[in-house]
């Protein structure tokens, strides 16, 4: 997931390329060690910089996919035709290369086993990103917090994480559901076509378990969704949301 960086007062630090991950056609995970690295939590982004021969540089930021428990550091970049950094970063980065970063960033969109559930994530696109290191922070630390996630993407190909997913399936306190938005196997028993509230409210707890719910996507994606659960009755204090560009679902 990517998105505009913002300045801050971090550090950069030079991360290694240990190994280059296929996720689908056009989304690669970068495992990355950083000898210095501060730690981070789950939800946090770097911010990742490239620096042209004549000395253009250019700069965006990429949510963690690792869980804090992780040995490495794990960013999963989805290629923008259009983009400045991420065709580099899929198409052209190679193991032993070196990458420019600066982070962990950002404090309101984590989450910790500490803040307890029930616990609803809806992802949109590359928005399950996050989503991704919280799972994964949420098995290595164990505990009891439900968790339940709505992922919408265009179609199966473009399910990043999908067989680790599926393998979640084992644990009876998490359960992935998926939304295929544009095209889906013969035999799909899934919900076909975007969101809906009344697959919010199937997925969901009811609103007055209230559930705390993480919303991350393309904008359109995450505001749509936003105002239906405020619609069925969901607190809105309960529902942080973070957003991007246009790609997605």
Known sequence: MAREALPGRLTWQLATVVELVDETARCKSLVLDLPAWPGHRAGQHVDVRLTAEDGYQAQRSYSIASSPEDHNLVLTVERLEDGEVSPYLVDELRSGDELELRGPIGGYFVWDQ?????????????????????LRHRVAVGGETAVRVLYS????????????????GSNEDIAVRLALTRAWPDSWQGHRGRITPELLRDVSWPAEERPLIYICGPTAFVETIAGQLVDIEHDPIRIRTERFGPTGS
């Open 114 to 134: 500490s803040f307890g559930g029930p616990l609803l994530l809806i992802a949109g696109g590359s928005g399950v990103v996050p989503f991704h290191a919280m």
């Open 153 to 168: 993407a265009r179609s199966l190909d473009e399910v990043l994480y999908r067989e680790e997913f599926l393998s979640l």
